[in-house]
Each structure stands twice: as structure tokens, then as C-alpha cells.
């Protein structure tokens, strides 16, 4: 089974109203991770199996909480398909990848 997962997350901190430090943080998690992944303007998206992907989930919420966020809302899109899917694939028509990607 193939699965693609894109994650918006939106944490707020009690003494902070600089919500785009915290999301910074969980898209470092996301790199860390060594998924591959393409970070959107309004979400990322991640390759990776289930238990992948929810256990980065569960990371990135538990790190939120560790750093004070008193919530994390965290709006999940998951496709799974038998067919081959990926990042690359399906924006290949609109973006150019690096060599690397």
C-alpha cells in the first residue's frame, strides 16, 4: 500500500503570538524524519507508510506541547492507493524538481 499524507499545523502558545515559530519547528521534524516531503505554502506533504506517518504526527505534537503550545490543531490529509503514488509524480507537470529531490 502507497500512502501520501499532507499536514497543516496550527499550534498556539500562551506567551507567544508567533505561531510561525512553532510551525518552522514541526517542518524541522518533518526534514529530520529522512521522508521525503514538499513543504507547501499552506501545508506539507510526506511519503511513507502509516505508522510513519502517524508517528511523525504524534512527534510533532508532542514536541509542540513540550514547548508550551496549550493547543495543536493538526488538519490531515491522507491518500492510500494500491497504485504507485508520489510527490514527484503528481506535481511533475507543475514544478521543477532539483536533481536531488
Not at 499545523?9 to 514541526?26: C, M, N, V, W
Not at 521525503?36 to 508532542?62: A, C, I, R, S, Y
Request: some cysteine; charged content about 25%; hydrophobic content about 35%.
Amino acid at each position: 500500500m502507497n500512502y501520501l499524507m499532507s499536514i497543516q499545523i496550527l499550534p498556539t502558545h500562551p506567551q507567544s503570538r508567533d505561531g510561525f515559530k512553532y510551525i518552522s519547528e514541526a517542518i524541522e521534524i518533518i526534514e529530520d524524519s529522512g521522508l521525503t516531503h514538499f513543504v507547501g505554502p499552506l501545508e506539507t506533504t510526506v511519503e511513507g507508510n502509516m505508522d510513519q506517518l502517524f508517528n511523525l504526527v504524534k512527534k510533532m505534537n508532542n514536541f509542540l506541547a513540550d514547548q508550551g503550545c496549550d493547543r495543536v490543531v493538526s488538519n490531515i490529509k491522507l491518500v492510500q492507493s494500491q497504485q504507485e503514488q508520489s510527490i514527484k509524480g503528481l506535481l511533475e507537470d507543475y514544478f521543477e524538481f532539483d536533481d536531488e529531490y
